[in-house]
């Protein structure tokens, strides 16, 4: 869980260090698994999938689609 729980605070930080409006959904997930690949070497094994919702996304329980577009002003959930 303490391995998890690392990776996984490290992985948002670096979502949240890089967003920009404009990206995709899936952009931020790829931000999100990328720091743990390259950091950790989890290759394709992750402390859990990544939800990244943007707008109304943000709040569908266990969305998965990662295709919505980040605005300006939106609000934007990875978990």
């Given at each position: 869980m303490r391995w998890a729980s690392q990776i996984t605070a490290e992985a948002h930080c670096n979502?949240?260090?890089?967003?920009?409006?404009g990206m995709k959904e899936m952009q931020l997930e790829s931000f999100f698994n990328f720091y743990g690949q390259q950091h950790y070497f989890t290759g394709r094994v992750a402390?859990?999938?990544?939800i990244c919702g943007c707008g109304p996304s943000a709040a569908t329980l266990h969305y998965h689609m990662n295709q919505g577009i980040l605005f300006d002003g939106m609000t934007m959930?990875?978990?």
């Open positions: 979502v949240m260090r890089n967003v920009k409006p402390p859990y999938l990544s959930l990875t978990d």
